[in-house]
């Protein structure tokens, strides 16, 4: 059985910063790529920041680039998510998912299978 477990999420200033974690189990980690989704109320799930299986490209939505660092650790079958300059507008439930991907990266959530709970993210202006 698939598991999809992150953390990490909290209560922050803006200006302040938070990692993410996220590990999974019943899969080879390895063998997908991974990505950071986040939906907030009344919104649709958006991708913010996606990563090769290799670890060789990543993707950023506009939103988060130069703010956000998506990196993982095959090793430790953990991806993270560095996210520095909060702002208001990056609160959100925030969810890791796991996708079959050798290639292509896309980083919308119809391509990926495995998804954790999500970890909720407020930014307090």
């Known amino acids: 059985q698939v598991q999809v477990v992150e953390s990490g999420g909290g209560l922050v200033q803006a200006g302040g910063s938070l990692r993410l974690s996220c590990t999974t189990s019943?899969?080879?980690?390895?063998?997908?790529?991974m990505g950071w989704f986040r939906q907030a109320p009344g919104k649709e799930r958006e991708g913010i920041s996606c990563?090769?299986?290799?670890?060789?490209?990543?993707v950023y939505a506009d939103s988060v680039k130069g703010r956000f660092t998506i990196s993982r650790d095959n090793a430790k079958n953990t991806l993270y998510l560095q996210m520095n300059s909060l702002k208001p507008e990056d609160t959100a439930m925030y969810y890791c998912a796991a996708g079959a991907m050798w290639s292509a990266l896309p980083c919308r959530p119809s391509s990926y299978n495995y998804w954790g709970q999500g970890t909720q993210v407020t930014v307090s202006a």
């Open positions: 990563i090769k299986w290799s670890g060789s490209a990543t």
């Open positions: 019943g899969l080879t980690f390895g063998h997908y790529a």
